[in-house]
């Protein structure tokens, strides 16, 4: 199968003040069309790097070595020195943040939001990318989003503004979405109905997603692959079965044994 991303011995690290932090420390992997790639690691361990690492948003104290390809129309382009990279971010490549209500402008209606998005990446009119939307709302499951469409974001529920963020980072199609723990602020209920849309839009668009999540309780919910992340390095990979039922790894069996257990008396 031919892969989406492939990164290649990324290594990065930040220099503030004369000190120097090694964030990453030289990390392979590659994303597929059609799967979910969870990235389990605990804070600090570099999961959030990696994907601001993909999308070009690291600050400017920040050193990057290694290549990150991506599959544009048949051809790998390495986005660390890609030239355009604001054409793909947003639009090849999106990403949903843990918090919606940091992402989403609460001085504009929902269907703003999503409409700016389109025509960001698309010479259409409005009326046009409005219908898009639309359509991109229902394929998120937003119930009755011709009236969601002209709501503020301060009057849908957590769930309802993760739907949100969710419909801005596909309406454009994207080969790849990046998730940094897009199910952390949500209940457990809530939280459930998000990663069953994950599943969803993995097989209706054949995008390929990697999932960053500390909580392997969402890994075995939802992933194809896991890669663990501890301090920079990749210490494991493997299917889900693999990691869950033979882990190698000192650290992914610490991971394991530390998911809370429910004990019925």
């Known amino acids: 199968m031919n892969s989406i991303l492939k990164v290649e011995n990324l290594k990065v690290h930040f220099t503030l003040e004369n000190k120097t932090v090694e964030a990453l420390k030289g990390i392979s ?17 570099g999961k959030s790097v990696t994907c601001y690492s993909i999308l070009g948003l690291l600050p400017s104290y920040a050193t990057l070595k290694g290549k990150i390809l991506f599959n544009l129309d048949g051809s790998f382009i390495d986005l660390t020195t890609y030239k355009d990279i604001r054409s793909i971010r ?9 918090e919606p209500s940091a992402v989403l402008n609460p001085l504009l ?14 010479n259409i009119s409005n009326e046009k990318a409005k219908k898009i939307a639309i359509e991109t709302m229902y394929k998120v499951k937003i119930p009755e989003p011709e009236r969601r469409f002209y709501q ?10 993760q739907r949100v963020a969710i419909a801005i980072a596909v309406v454009n199609n994207p080969r790849i979405l990046l998730a940094d723990e897009p199910t952390t602020a949500l209940d457990v209920t809530v939280a459930a109905q998000i990663l069953k849309l994950f599943v969803s839009l993995k097989e209706s668009l054949n995008i390929g997603i990697l999932l960053i999540t500390h909580d392997l309780g969402v890994v075995a919910e939802v992933a194809d692959r896991v890669i663990v992340l501890y301090k920079g390095e990749i210490v494991e990979e493997g299917t889900v079965f693999d990691i869950f039922d033979n882990p190698s790894h000192p650290y992914t069996k610490k991971l394991l044994n530390s998911r809370p257990s429910i004990k019925v008396d």
């Open 29 to 45: 992997f590659f994303i597929n069309p059609g799967e979910i790639v969870a990235l389990v690691g605990e804070s600090g361990s």
């Open 109 to 122: 209606t929902i269907g703003q939001q999503i409409v700016e998005t389109i025509t960001a990446h698309r």
């Open 152 to 161: 503020y974001p301060h009057e849908l529920s957590g769930g309802l503004k």
């Open 90 to 98: 947003g639009n090849k490549i999106s990403m949903v943040f843990q």
